[in-house]
């Protein structure tokens, strides 16, 4: 079993939209119906693959943006310049099919054995599987003690934002803005420095679980302030999306 298990995550399969919601005017979220779907972690991640007419492939990864259980559902953001990301987003449709293989990743994860406290850091789109572990949490009844830290450009690129802010029932959902905040504004502004984690980061000393999730960049410089700041580098669990 175990090994049909492994074999199937590997094989690519051909989903179908379910359908196609509107997140932010550059985020999408892809709802799929996958017939031999294996189930998944939350935190996992699956490879879309996209064929042209003349056999030229392409493939990217994408965090799966549901909890296990739920059906199966990426949310991507539309780079411009990209060569899937503005298909994903702005082409596909309810009724297409897409071809996709997963799920893939068993170290970016989080399970309610995992335990806490949990310190989840967000930058853009990077907030895809955590939101997919909030959910999980909430579905499963944990009362492990969470931190959401959510960096965003401006407040109309905050991804899945009335859902997040539900959270705050049981849960400390932060935001900051790096590029403009609106009136009234009362959470953060600017990047996720040294200072802020200082100022929202569960102590080293009660042996928090930090996932990190974004651009390259952004968490490269997360995960070693974490590291300063005296969190042991096995309790800093990352996730690259690429870029710089
Ligand atoms: C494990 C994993 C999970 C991922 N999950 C998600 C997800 O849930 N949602 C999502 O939208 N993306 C996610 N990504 C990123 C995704 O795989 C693609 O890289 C992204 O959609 C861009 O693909 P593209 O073909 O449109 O752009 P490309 O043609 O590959 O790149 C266009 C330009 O954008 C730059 N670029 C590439 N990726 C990024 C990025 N992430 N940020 C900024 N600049 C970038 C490139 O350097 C290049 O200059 C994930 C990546 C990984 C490795």
Redesign the pocket.
Known sequence: MATAAVRGRLTWQTATVTSVVTETDAVRTIELDVPDWPGHLAGQ?LDVRLTADDGYT?E????IATAPGEPVA????R?D??????YLTEELRAGDQLELRGPIGRWFVWDTSDGGPLLLIAGG?GV?PLRAILRHRQRTGSDVPTCLLYSSRTIADVIYHSELDMYRDGAEVSYTLTRSQPPGWTGYSGRVDAALLAKIAWPASQHPLALVCG?TSFVEAVAGNLVALGYPAGRVKT??????
Do not use: C, N, W
Request: glycine share 12%; hydrophobic share 25%.
């Open positions: 991640h392409a990217r990864s994408y965090s990426i949310t991507v953001e780079l310049d990209g060569e899937v990301s503005p789109s895809v651009p996730e690259r999306f690429g870029g710089t």
